[in-house]
């Protein structure tokens, strides 16, 4: 609100001009005028003048009215020099300042995920670029600026475009000549020690010659593997080579090798690396694939020549592949004939070298034989059998035992990987019939059929045979003896009589006569 006000004298007219209708009036009072501008503007800026008229005459006064206010947001920030935790921001001054001097920036970064912005400076920044530190490499960020001026801060600036602080890996580690030749070179390194968020998208290969600091591309592009052969090479040529990591924050400090390297091929003879795990016997099962590589070293290419058991190898049953490095043996689908002594050959001229492999294809084993009951008692069943006819190529590791009730006929094993050839079945039932089987057993597993006994063992029950005691012969004989008294009769003439007695004898009395 703007106020123009003329003391205490003589009676005045004052006059208006105003475009601004209702937001520009003028308040009379009894001693003096009062002009006003509600919610001054930037287009009220300008000079005003005040006529005060009475009879007498008039007078002219001049007032110049400044608007001043917060400035315009700054346009977005760029961001420059981006690296492993920090980078620099960089703007422009707003188009308009308030209509006061710019005292300073502040400025405010926050993840790109999150809505929370964070305050990175309480003085003001007086320049126009800050360097921001102290950001997790990896995460993704945005930054906006305000501006200062006496009134007070603008409205913050549109966020900047998304970055991540990323930086370049370390350098790669330990550049070496893995192989040479008239026209080509193999170089192996180590990948970097530190790769960062950034990641890692590949590695450039340059060389120069010696006495030269050109350095010229090796191959077109990034190679992603850790060696790497150069060809088409000047032959006699010294060389130096360098490798260089790259991510998306740039190219890393070179790995470079110490001397230079002729490029010719250099003699070497032949010899095989025999794997540690083939200087045994490779055992594998019948089905299996047989997948052997053999490393060796020589030059030029060593002629390559592989036997079996002294004869050569027929290419239908055992595949061969020979390269510059190695020779590889394949057996698609092993078989027991593919068992038994491999010599493979390396040859240059009159240097040789020789290594042989013994391979031992293993099967499950045949069933055992004549197994038999060869006694029986209380609860108890003694077993005997021999081994099987077909070890299945390799040692019998055990035997598996089962029974089997005749009323059920469901199978239970007793012993299992059981070493010997003979066992004792305990703790069967009595009164019932058995039935036994055994499996043999090697490194694939049981035999694919059992043995069974031919014939059964009935466990019988207690008392149920009857065995008469023993008892020695008593002697029953004894003389005749009358137990009764006998008692005189009176007969009637012409009558039948009857005269009875009672006695005993052992044997009995066979005849009794009356006198």
Request: hydrophobic share 35%; aromatic share 8%; net charge neutral.
């Amino acid at each position: 609100r703007t106020e123009l006000s003329q003391g205490r004298g003589h009676r005045r007219h004052v006059d208006i001009i105003s475009d601004n209708d209702g937001r520009v009036h003028v308040e009379t009072h009894p001693d003096h005028c009062v002009f006003i501008i509600e919610g001054a503007e930037k287009s009220d800026e300008g000079q005003y003048t005040v006529v005060v008229q009475n009879p007498a005459g008039e007078d002219k006064a001049a007032i110049n009215v400044k608007v001043i206010e917060v400035p315009s947001p700054p346009e977005s920030p760029k961001i420059l020099n981006i690296g492993e935790d920090f980078c620099t921001a960089q703007w422009e001054p707003p188009k308009y300042d308030g209509g006061m001097p710019i005292l300073g920036y502040i400025l405010e970064r926050k993840k790109k995920k999150s809505y929370r912005w964070m305050r990175l400076n309480y003085d003001l920044v007086k320049e126009l670029s800050y360097e921001s530190k102290r950001m997790i490499e990896g995460v993704i960020y945005e930054m906006r600026i305000y501006a200062v001026n006496a009134i007070g801060m603008s409205l913050p600036s549109q966020p900047s475009q998304p970055f991540m602080p990323i930086a370049p890996t370390s350098e790669p580690t330990g550049l070496n000549v893995d192989d040479v030749s008239d026209t080509s070179i193999t170089l192996k390194w180590r990948p970097p020690e530190r790769i960062g968020a950034g990641g890692l998208d590949g590695y450039i290969i340059e060389y120069c010659k010696e006495g030269s600091s050109d350095w010229v591309p090796a191959l077109q592009g990034l190679t992603e593997r850790t060696s790497c052969m150069i060809r088409d090479l000047p032959t006699g040529e010294r060389l130096t080579f360098r490798v260089k990591a790259i991510n998306l924050a740039g190219a890393s400090e070179p790995c470079t090798m110490k001397e230079p390297v002729t490029i010719r091929e250099i003699m070497q003879r032949p010899k095989i690396w025999l794997p540690r795990f083939l200087r045994q016997t490779l055992v594998k099962r019948v089905g299996e694939t047989v997948n052997i590589v053999i490393p060796f070293q020589g030059k030029p290419r060593p002629v390559v020549t592989w036997l079996k058991d002294g004869q050569p190898i027929d290419p239908k049953q055992v595949g061969i592949r020979n390269s510059e490095a190695d020779t590889i043996l394949f057996i698609r689908t092993a078989e027991r004939r593919h068992s038994g002594e491999y010599q493979v050959k390396i040859q240059i001229e009159n240097c040789e070298d020789t290594a042989t492999i013994r391979i031992q294809i293993v099967d499950k084993p045949s069933a055992p034989q004549n197994l038999k009951i060869v006694e029986i008692w209380g609860f108890n069943v003694a077993l005997e059998w021999s081994p099987p006819q077909d070890d299945g190529n390799t040692e019998i590791t055990g035997y598996t035992i089962q029974k089997a009730d005749k009323k059920t006929m469901e199978w239970f094993t007793v012993y299992e990987h059981y070493r010997r050839l003979h066992c004792v079945v305990s703790d069967l039932i009595m009164g019932n019939e058995y039935f036994f089987r055994v499996f043999s057993e090697n490194m694939c597993g049981l035999s694919e059929k059992p043995f069974n006994s031919k014939n059964s063992a009935v466990i019988q029950k207690t008392g149920i045979a009857y065995k008469p005691p023993n008892y020695k012969d008593h002697e029953f004989g004894e003389a005749p003896k009358f137990t009764h008294p006998l008692s005189n009769r009176s007969v009637i003439a012409g009558y039948n009589a009857t005269l009875s007695c009672a006695l005993r004898g052992s044997p009995k009395v066979g005849t009794c006569k009356v006198t």
